[in-house]
């Protein structure tokens, strides 16, 4: 897509979400070493008419200056738990579907009601549910975003610091906020094989989550070498080409077995 202004976008967007043309693909994160898949990143996607397909690096950021993020939001939400539900008598019944959430999003007194609506909607199990949160100004309030995120746990909701590591203050976040999962921004998995530092940092951010309790998921495997470099590190789950492209959840992403790295 060319330049085109924000206000054009934001109009074609509020369009799009009236007439709910935002859909989502779903990338598989597996389980290592032995890589099967044990859950679903769901991403939006949004193809329009005269803009063509527009990247969410370049939607979100008019969704969340527009105040459109909220009913995109809900709408992902609601989109994710009944694909997810859906595939329940499928293959792997167990899969659970990690959604991204805008700092916004957590912000509004309304989150945590939209999500248990999600849920009971769905009637998907709570436990199969993951929030991807990121770091941000725009997270307000640390207590109030930390309460926030108990009252989704208390729902049986997982939470996942998305991106970590290139934020401002990551362990600030690990000590105030309640968090099951890290995940490992990809611009530390990408050399992750070939350079010392990196695969020390890496090493470093993995054994200080597992001493927290949490889980780790490394981001953006492209290769062979960073997966078994991932592995050997121990981290937990990984997410990347290597193991699967974002698709449509028409093609049944869940029931694909990829050979393990190692
Ligand atoms: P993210 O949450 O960090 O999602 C991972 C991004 O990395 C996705 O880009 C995915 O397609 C891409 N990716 C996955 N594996 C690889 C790999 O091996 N190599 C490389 N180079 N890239 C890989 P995508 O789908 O374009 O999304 C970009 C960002 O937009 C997401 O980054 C997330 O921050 C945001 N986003 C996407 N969907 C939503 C949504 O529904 N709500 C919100 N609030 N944000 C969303
Ligand atoms: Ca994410
Ligand atoms: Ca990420
Ligand atoms: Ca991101």
Redesign the pocket.
């Known amino acids: 897509m060319g330049a085109q202004p924000t206000s054009e976008i934001e109009a074609r967007l509020r369009r799009a979400l009236s007439q709910r043309a935002i859909g989502?693909?779903y990338?598989p994160i597996v389980t290592l070493p032995s890589a099967r898949p044990v859950a679903v990143?769901?991403?939006?996607r949004w193809s329009d008419q005269t803009l063509g397909d527009v990247?969410?690096?370049s939607f979100?950021p008019v969704a969340e200056s527009s105040g459109l993020?909220h009913a995109?939001?809900a709408h992902?939400l609601e989109l994710a738990c009944r694909a997810t539900q859906a595939w329940s008598n499928g293959v792997r019944p167990q899969t659970r579907v990690s959604?991204?959430?805008?700092p916004l999003?957590l912000a509004n007194d309304t989150f945590v009601w939209q999500v248990a609506a999600a849920l009971e909607e769905s009637g998907l199990d709570p436990r199969r549910l993951v929030l991807?949160i990121?770091e941000s100004a725009a997270l307000g309030d640390m207590n109030e975003a930390a309460a926030r995120l108990h009252a989704l746990r208390s729902l049986g909701v997982r939470i996942a610091l998305?991106?970590f590591g290139i934020g401002h203050s990551p362990l600030s976040l690990l000590r105030r906020l309640p968090i099951d999962i890290m995940k490992i921004d990809?611009s530390f998995v990408a050399r992750v094989h070939e350079n010392a530092r990196d695969a020390v940092i890496v090493r470093l951010l993995i054994d200080t989550a597992h001493s927290l309790g949490l889980s780790v998921c490394g981001?953006?495997?492209?290769t062979r070498e960073q997966a078994r470099q991932l592995v050997a590190l121990g981290c937990d789950t990984a997410?990347?080409?290597?193991f699967g492209?974002?698709e449509p959840a028409s093609s049944d992403l869940t029931a694909e077995l990829h050979p393990p790295p190692g």
């Open positions: 989502l693909h990338q990143e769901a991403l939006a990247p969410p690096d979100i993020i995109l939001g992902v959604v991204n959430v805008s999003q991807e990121t998305d991106d990809r981001e953006g495997v492209e997410q990347g080409w290597f492209r974002p």
